[in-house]
């Protein structure tokens, strides 16, 4: 679902968790609540009422997320703005909300690629893409859905170019499900799309995860 600045307030806090340390740091320090992190779980905390009327996989990692920061709750240095890059607590935070932040309503703006789909990416890139692109796998950010409601995503990428032509990967992907495949898409040299083109009655609303799909050569 495609809502712009109408799902905002909802999603930001959201965004906001999953952004790497150094932009964490920013945003606490620009808001003057540095160096303190607690604001980051303050404002997850104000939407975790509306997050948990989602489906039951969005609802399964707000409830990890919320875990993750109640076990991290109470004074100690893993709320000083300096444990944002050193704590392994929250890595595992940036990770979460990252995944969730792939099932909430597109509002317009690129987002961090989620773990699951740096996984699936991983899975098809190891049938034999060239060693640019698995270097690009770090710069890797989703600019937007197909369409409303599309599992397809346009990316936005960064890192060494690869000296391949522009269009679709040669591997192929097929979901064991049956329901498809999933094409790479590349131009200039990195990636800049992945479909998933389905052969379903319904289209399917998202991207499979590695372990569903098979790769090899083309």
Same mark, same amino acid.
């Given at each position: @679902?495609?809502?712009?600045?109408?799902?905002?307030?909802?999603?930001?806090?959201?965004?906001?968790?999953?952004? %790497?340390? +150094?932009?964490?740091?920013?945003?606490?320090?620009?808001?003057?609540?540095?160096?303190?992190?607690?604001?980051?779980?303050? $404002?997850? /905390?104000?939407?975790?009422?509306?997050?948990?009327?989602? /489906?039951? $996989?969005?609802? $399964?990692?707000? $409830?990890?997320?919320?875990?993750?920061?109640?076990? @991290?709750?109470?004074?100690?240095?893993?709320?000083?703005?300096?444990?944002?890059?050193?704590?392994?607590?929250?890595? =595992?935070?940036?990770?979460?909300?990252? +995944?969730?932040?792939?099932?909430?309503?597109?509002?317009?703006?690129?987002?961090? *690629?989620?773990?699951? +789909?740096?996984?699936?990416?991983?899975?098809?890139?190891?049938?034999?893409?060239?060693?640019?692109?698995?270097?690009?796998? /770090?710069?890797?950010?989703? *600019?937007?859905?197909?369409? +409303?409601?599309?599992?397809? *995503?346009?990316?936005?990428?960064?890192?060494?170019?690869?000296?391949?032509?522009?269009?679709?990967? %040669?591997?192929?992907?097929?979901?064991? =499900?049956?329901?498809?495949?999933?094409?790479?898409?590349?131009?200039?040299?990195?990636?800049?799309?992945?479909?998933?083109?389905?052969?379903?009655?319904?289209?399917?609303?998202?991207?499979?995860?590695?372990?569903?799909?098979?790769?090899?050569?083309?």
């Amino acid at each position: @679902m495609q809502l712009g600045d109408r799902s905002r307030p909802l999603v930001d806090p959201v965004r906001r968790l999953a952004l %790497p340390a +150094e932009a964490q740091r920013g945003y606490l320090e620009a808001i003057g609540t540095a160096p303190s992190a607690d604001e980051l779980a303050l $404002e997850f /905390d104000d939407v975790r009422p509306h997050l948990l009327a989602l /489906d039951a $996989e969005a609802v $399964e990692l707000v $409830e990890r997320i919320d875990a993750l920061l109640d076990v @991290m709750s109470g004074p100690g240095p893993v709320w000083h703005v300096d444990a944002l890059v050193s704590a392994p607590q929250w890595a =595992s935070v940036r990770a979460l909300a990252a +995944e969730l932040l792939r099932l909430l309503p597109f509002d317009g703006r690129p987002r961090p *690629l989620a773990p699951s +789909e740096r996984a699936l990416l991983e899975r098809i890139l190891a049938a034999g893409a060239p060693a640019a692109l698995h270097a690009q796998l /770090d710069h890797v950010r989703v *600019l937007k859905p197909w369409y +409303e409601g599309s599992a397809s *995503l346009d990316l936005s990428t960064g890192g060494p170019a690869a000296d391949i032509a522009d269009g679709v990967l %040669p591997i192929d992907a097929p979901v064991r =499900s049956g329901a498809g495949e999933i094409l790479l898409w590349t131009t200039d040299g990195r990636l800049s799309a992945i479909e998933y083109a389905w052969v379903t009655d319904e289209p399917p609303a998202r991207l499979p995860t590695a372990d569903q799909v098979t790769a090899r050569p083309r």
